[in-house]
């Protein structure tokens, strides 16, 4: 069965530093989206990317962030400068819409566990 | 905005018990609902969804009903196993409206015991 792939799965960083998370999404699926889980907290809708550009985000999701689909495989989101509260778990999502409309699933990958120090 | 509300937890259960996990929401749309499941130490899998009025979703003996009405989606099971103790997240979206994001509620823990 497809599956949402993400690496790496732990990335540990200092504060300040750019870090680079991956994802390959499901190869037919058109809408990519990031979200992220602070510890024990809930899961936050970050951004979504469909046709190549922003299709929502999130007031979360500010300059500091931006994502990218460089090659037709992979979909990441760079942090340009990382801060404490950034540490979480990011988890990335696919989807196809059916020609139903509102019957899209969100698939989603492992996560990345990010700890900036 | 849109919101999710879920029961408080940890729910501690025996084995074979009844399980019931209350979520509701808030949408100005007609939102799908979803269950998603989170196994400790793992990622997101879709539990069960449901896209219109009494839809009834399931999945591994787990269901939850679409209720309209009282704009509800409580998650139940007739009897639990060890092997189902995890943090169960209810969720929607609104893709009619543009809005494809999910928005979760808070996540409940469930903790069967033997």
């Known amino acids: 069965e497809p599956e949402v792939t993400q690496t790496p799965s732990h990335q540990v960083t200092q504060m300040g530093q750019e870090v680079i998370l991956r994802c390959v999404p499901i190869?037919?699926?058109?809408?990519f989206y990031w979200y992220r889980q602070i510890l024990g907290q809930k899961v936050e809708f970050l951004v979504s990317?469909?046709?190549?550009?922003?299709?929502?985000k999130s007031e979360i999701f500010d300059d500091q962030f931006s994502v990218e689909r460089p090659d037709g495989s992979n979909f990441t989101l760079k942090i340009r400068s990382t801060k404490l509260e950034d540490s979480a778990m990011y988890f990335c999502a696919s989807s196809t819409p059916l020609t139903s409309g509102n019957q899209e699933t969100q698939y989603f990958g492992p996560g990345t566990r990010l700890l900036v120090l | 905005g849109d919101s999710v509300t879920q029961m408080e937890g940890p729910v501690t259960l025996s084995e074979e018990a009844f399980l019931t996990i209350n979520c509701t929401y808030t949408a100005t749309g007609y939102p799908s609902l979803f269950w998603y499941v989170q196994y400790p130490g793992e990622g997101l899998q879709l539990l069960l969804k449901?896209?219109?009025?009494?839809d009834k979703g399931s999945n591994k003996g787990f269901e939850a009903t679409y209720r309209k009405e009282t704009t509800s989606f409580h998650l139940e099971k007739g009897s639990v196993q060890v092997s189902d103790s995890a943090v169960y997240f209810c969720?929607?979206?609104?893709?009619?409206?543009?809005?494809?994001?999910?928005?979760f509620g808070s996540g409940t823990r469930l903790q069967v015991q033997p």
């Open positions: 969720a929607l979206s609104d893709p009619p409206r543009g809005r494809r994001a999910l928005t």
């Open positions: 449901a896209t219109k009025a009494d």
């Open positions: 190869s037919n699926h058109l809408y």
């Open positions: 990317f469909y046709n190549n550009e922003i299709s929502e």
